[in-house]
C-alpha cells in the first residue's frame, strides 16, 4: 500500500525570493570568506562604504561602515563600486572616488579583516591613468598572475560626437601595488543593445570570470538610472587579449517586464557547498521610478557544455535557497526517462543537467516535452542510490508554466495526497516541497490545459535535505 506524501505551506526554510532588505545601494559585489560567511560590499555612502555578512548569501545583516573617508583624504566623494580579493593575507578594497579635482580615480585600501577598517594604502589615488576611471575588478588568475580591469568614464572620455564608457584591462604587480606595462582597451559599445538614444554611450562595471580555461570579461551597458539597464560578456582565450561579444547578449536584462527595472553592474560567487555558480547584482528598488535607489538581486548563473555564459534572471518569484543550507541541490544525480523508460539519450537529459533558464532569450537549455493522448506529460527521475529528498522545483522555458493545469508526483513508494492545481498566474518555478523521505525514483505527471499538446521546460530540480547540517 503506498504512502502519501504532503506538501509544506510553509517554505520559509526552503526558498526565498529577490527581496533580501539590502536596498539604498548600487554596484554591489560579494567575496565568499568560508562555507557559510559571505561579506557584501556596495556603492552605499556619501563618504565611504557599507558592509554587509551572512552566513547563507540570503540573509543579510550586521551592516557596518567598513570604509570612512579621512578628514584629509585624496577622495571627497561620489564612492563606488568596491570590490575586495583576499592576498597574502590583507584584504585589498579597490573603489572609485573623486579626487579634489573633481575627476573619478580608483583607490585601494588595505584590512587585516573582510569587514574593515579599511586604510588607504596611500593618500592618493593609487591607480592613475590620467583620465576618469571607475568599477575596478581584479581577477586573480590560476596561474598567479594578476589583472586588473576598469572602465575607461565617459566623463572624460569623448570621440568627438559620442562620449563612451570603455573597458579596459592591466597587469598588476604579484602583490597588487602597481601595474605592470600598458592598460589595454578591450571593450567598447557596439552592439545594437548597447547604443542607447544620446550623446553617451556605456560598457562599464567589468567583471572577470574564468571557466575552462577561456576568459569571460563580463560588463553592464546603458545608463545606470534607465530601465535598460542590462548586462553583457565577451570571450577571449587570453586575460588581455582579443574579446568577442556574445552575439546572445544581453546576458540579464529587463526587457519589457514591469516587475523588475535596470538590472545591472553584478559580481559572481558560488553557493555554499561550491556546487552552484551566483550572479549578484542591483536591479531599482522603486520599478516605477529607476534611478539611484537600488537593490540587491542574486540568481543562479552558469556555463553550457559549449561554453556559454547565462544567468537565470531576473527573477521575482520564489526559488529554492542557495545548495548546502536546509537542502542540498542533488539534480545531476538523476536521469529523465519518458514514461515508455527510454534513457536520457531520447532526448531528456536537459531536464537534470543543472542548466535551467528562466529567460525565453536561452532556449538552447529547454526540452519540449509532447503529452500522450490522455493529454498528460509523463516523466520519471532515477538516481543510482535513495537519497533524503525533500522537494522538486519546475522551471519554465518559452511557454509559462501556467500552461500546466496540474502535478501529481510520486516519490518512491508515496504519492502525493492531492493533485497539486496550477494557477493560470503561475509564476516561476513551481515549487513543491514536502518532509524528506529515501526514494531513488520519482515520478512526475503533468496535466495541460485544454488544447495545449506540449510543453517547454528547461529543469526539473531536485531537492534533498541537507543531512550535514
Not at 561579444?245 to 540579464?252: F, T
Request: aromatic letters at 10%.
Amino acid at each position: 500500500m503506498h504512502s502519501e506524501v504532503h506538501l509544506k505551506d510553509d517554505l520559509t526554510d526552503l526558498t526565498f525570493t529577490n527581496d533580501l532588505g539590502v536596498t539604498d545601494i548600487g554596484d554591489p559585489f560579494v567575496l565568499k570568506i568560508s562555507e557559510n560567511e559571505y561579506y557584501m560590499y556596495c556603492t552605499s555612502a556619501p563618504n565611504g562604504f557599507f558592509c554587509w555578512r551572512s552566513e547563507d548569501l540570503v540573509h543579510w545583516g550586521e551592516k557596518k561602515m567598513c570604509y570612512v573617508r579621512e578628514p584629509d583624504a585624496w577622495c571627497t566623494d561620489c564612492f563606488w563600486a568596491p570590490e575586495v580579493v583576499l592576498k597574502d593575507g590583507k584584504y585589498h578594497m579597490f573603489y572609485t572616488a573623486k579626487n579634489r579635482q573633481g575627476s573619478l580615480r580608483i583607490g585601494l585600501a588595505v584590512s587585516d579583516s573582510p569587514g574593515g577598517p579599511f586604510t588607504d594604502v596611500k593618500n592618493e589615488p593609487f591607480f592613475d591613468f590620467g583620465y576618469a576611471a571607475i568599477d575596478a575588478n581584479v581577477l586573480l588568475d590560476d596561474n598567479g598572475k594578476s589583472y586588473l580591469y576598469y572602465s575607461r568614464d565617459c566623463s572624460e572620455n569623448s570621440d568627438g560626437y559620442l562620449k563612451k564608457s570603455e573597458i579596459y584591462g592591466v597587469a598588476l604587480s604579484d602583490d597588487l601595488l602597481s601595474t605592470q606595462g600598458e592598460a589595454v582597451k578591450l571593450l567598447t559599445p557596439e552592439q545594437k543593445w548597447e547604443k542607447a538614444p544620446g550623446d553617451t554611450q556605456w560598457n562599464e562595471g567589468p567583471e572577470m570570470i574564468k571557466h575552462d580555461g577561456r576568459y569571460y570579461l563580463t560588463y553592464s551597458a546603458n545608463f545606470f538610472a534607465s530601465p535598460s539597464y542590462s548586462l553583457g560578456y565577451a570571450v577571449s582565450d587570453e586575460p588581455l587579449g582579443t574579446f568577442e561579444k556574445s552575439p546572445e547578449n544581453p546576458l540579464l536584462t529587463s526587457g519589457l517586464r514591469r516587475d523588475v527595472s535596470g538590472t545591472g553592474h553584478h559580481s559572481f560567487t558560488y553557493s555554499p557547498d561550491g556546487t552552484q555558480l551566483w550572479a549578484v547584482y542591483h536591479s531599482h528598488t522603486d520599478v516605477k521610478n529607476p534611478g539611484g535607489n537600488r537593490k540587491v538581486n542574486i540568481d543562479r548563473a552558469g556555463f553550457t557544455p559549449d561554453g556559454k555564459l547565462f544567468i537565470n534572471g531576473p527573477t521575482t518569484s520564489l526559488q529554492p535557497l542557495p545548495s548546502g543550507l536546509s537542502t542540498v541541490d542533488v539534480t545531476r544525480r538523476f536521469d529523465a526517462v519518458d514514461d515508455g523508460g527510454a534513457q536520457t539519450q531520447s532526448g531528456l537529459a536537459l531536464l537534470t543537467d543543472g542548466l535551467f533558464s528562466t529567460s525565453t532569450r536561452h532556449g538552447w537549455l529547454e526540452q519540449e516535452l509532447t503529452a500522450g493522448d490522455d493529454g498528460k506529460i509523463r516523466i520519471t527521475l532515477r538516481s543510482d542510490e535513495p537519497l533524503p529528498v525533500c522537494g522538486i522545483a519546475l522551471y519554465p522555458g518559452v511557454e509559462c508554466l501556467s500552461d500546466i493545469a496540474s502535478v501529481n508526483l510520486t516519490v518512491g513508494e508515496s504519492v502525493l495526497a492531492q493533485e497539486l492545481v496550477i494557477g493560470e498566474e503561475e509564476g516561476s518555478p513551481v515549487l513543491l516541497c514536502f518532509d524528506s523521505c529515501q526514494a531513488d525514483t520519482l515520478t512526475i505527471s503533468l496535466s495541460l490545459r485544454e488544447k495545449k499538446t506540449s510543453l517547454r521546460l528547461s529543469e526539473i530540480s531536485v531537492l534533498a535535505e541537507n543531512t550535514q547540517k
